[in-house]
């Protein structure tokens, strides 16, 4: 079958989501206009209502194709409705954030993930289209608690919302479609919510229509693929998060944001990995709390920079199951180590060679029990990650300790 003849297989389909979807963004344009109603309501309107035919898409459509082509159509909409200034409904928010041109691409790529099966498109939809209205909601009107998310906050009620509603959607879901059995439903309901809150909570400029979605198919594709030993893992990643952010919040002067990346960095890393790798991040945690100075406060843009590229890694190794992706993932996690004792040296005035010196030694010599014939390349690719981190420091790349350590792991990779 030609990619034309999917296209007209789903024709019907596809111009039902089309003209559902345009017939809201006019409503709300039109309701924008005539009476003045926030942005926020407006926005969250067509949120909610495009996530209800969203929920349809496995009986609306068959192929991939058609989500493609759907998808990149209003992503073009939402682009135009930008640029001619015709979608102020969407897109007049005083927040920076890109979660509207997300959301299509969200679509899509959990399509893509689930292979079909309804339940893992549609659960994870679902809690993007609800439970982040919701949050949203219920922070705006009765949001009292509030802590800080890099440039943005969040409040605790509204998380709270969330989490119910993420729960909620998440055990409809799947008690209509009878998978798993009692009692492991609402131990992977538990899972999920407790995720994708998380998830949630450090998000920034409108990236959680992206990462929600994601969350939640990862968490229930591993549980339901896998069986009670991947769901009894994530478990106790998040028993051992909790107690490690109680065991160090006062000494490391843990936020909320970043104690939430906290939880979900040894969450993650247990619950994919074991404790092969989980042992080298907390080796480089437990470096930093020796080292760090005093009165800095521990946020999520000081955790997140130095765990990213380890935790990509960890995803392409919970995607393909490549044991080959162990040593990147170390390299990645000493050449962090080596730019953030770095730059404590530089704030605190200590001799910095030895300490990036240190930052590298430490998280590899944690993991030598399970790569020590890799330890040479290991040290020699991770030392080279501060030099190409300091050169990118001249230059305007967001990210640049991310790119730096990620670039090294994949040159470890092929090294071995």
Do not use: N
């Given at each position: 079958m030609t990619w034309t003849?999917?296209?007209?297989?789903?024709?019907?389909?596809?111009?039902?989501?089309?003209?559902?979807?345009?017939?809201?963004?006019?409503?709300?344009?039109?309701?924008?206009?005539?009476?003045?109603?926030?942005?926020?309501?407006?926005?969250?309107?067509?949120?909610?209502?495009?996530?209800?035919?969203?929920?349809?898409?496995?009986?609306?459509?068959?192929?991939?194709?058609?989500?493609?082509?759907?998808?990149?159509?209003f992503a073009g909409v939402l682009v135009g409705g930008k640029l001619s200034g015709m979608l102020g409904s969407i897109h007049n928010v005083e927040r920076?954030?890109?979660?509207?041109?997300?959301?299509?691409?969200?679509?899509?790529?959990?399509?893509?993930?689930s292979g079909g099966d309804a339940l893992l498109f549609c659960v994870p939809l679902g809690i993007m289209a609800v439970a982040d209205t919701g949050a949203a909601l219920v922070g705006q009107r009765a949001g009292q608690t509030r802590y800080r998310v890099m440039d943005?906050?969040?409040?605790?009620?509204?998380?709270?919302?969330?989490?119910?509603?993420?729960?909620?959607?998440?055990?409809?879901?799947?008690?209509?479609?009878?998978?798993?059995?009692?009692?492991?439903?609402?131990?992977?309901?538990?899972?999920?919510?407790?995720?994708?809150?998380?998830?949630?909570?450090?998000?920034v400029r409108g990236s959680d229509n992206i990462l929600i979605p994601y969350a939640a198919w990862l968490a229930m594709e591993r549980t339901l693929t896998l069986g009670l030993e991947q769901l009894g893992a994530w478990i106790e990643g998040m028993a051992l998060g909790v107690g490690l952010i109680m065991a160090t919040a006062a000494r490391a002067q843990l936020s909320t944001a970043g104690a939430v990346t906290v939880f979900l960095v040894v969450t993650s890393a247990w619950a994919l990995g074991g404790l092969a790798w989980v042992t080298p991040l907390a080796a480089l945690y437990a470096m930093f709390l020796m080292v760090r100075p005093p009165d800095l406060k521990t946020d999520l843009d000081d955790v997140f920079p130095t765990t990213a590229a380890g935790m990509a890694v960890l995803l392409a190794y919970a995607h393909t199951d490549d044991p080959t992706?162990?040593?990147?993932?170390?390299?990645?996690?000493?050449?962090?180590?080596?730019i953030a004792s770095w730059l404590v040296a530089e704030a605190r005035d200590w001799n910095r060679p030895l300490a990036a010196v240190v930052g590298i030694v430490v998280p590899a010599s944690a993991a030598l029990p399970w790569a020590p014939e890799?330890?040479?390349?290991?040290?020699?690719?991770?030392?080279?990650?501060?030099?190409?981190?300091?050169?990118?420091?001249?230059?305007?790349?967001?990210?640049?300790?991310?790119?730096?350590?990620?670039?090294?792991?994949f040159a470890a990779w092929f090294w071995v």
């Open positions: 003849d999917r296209l007209l297989e789903d024709a019907w389909g596809s111009l039902f989501i089309a003209t559902y979807i345009l017939t809201l963004f006019v409503g709300a344009e039109l309701w924008s206009r005539r009476s003045r109603a926030p942005t926020e309501w407006t926005r969250k309107l067509t949120h909610v209502g495009a996530g209800a035919v969203v929920l349809a898409f496995p009986w609306l459509v068959q192929h991939t194709i058609s989500v493609v082509m759907l998808a990149f159509a920076s954030t890109g979660g509207a041109y997300y959301y299509p691409f969200a679509v899509l790529f959990t399509w893509v993930l943005g906050s969040r409040t605790m009620e509204g998380s709270m919302a969330f989490f119910s509603l993420a729960f909620t959607v998440t055990l409809v879901g799947c008690s209509i479609a009878e998978r798993p059995g009692w009692p492991a439903l609402l131990l992977v309901t538990l899972v999920v919510a407790v995720l994708t809150t998380s998830v949630e909570a450090i998000s992706l162990y040593v990147p993932f170390l390299t990645s996690v000493a050449a962090s180590g080596a890799h330890w040479p390349v290991l040290l020699i690719a991770a030392a080279s990650g501060l030099p190409l981190f300091k050169a990118l420091d001249h230059t305007p790349l967001v990210g640049r300790r991310f790119a730096a350590a990620l670039f090294v792991s």
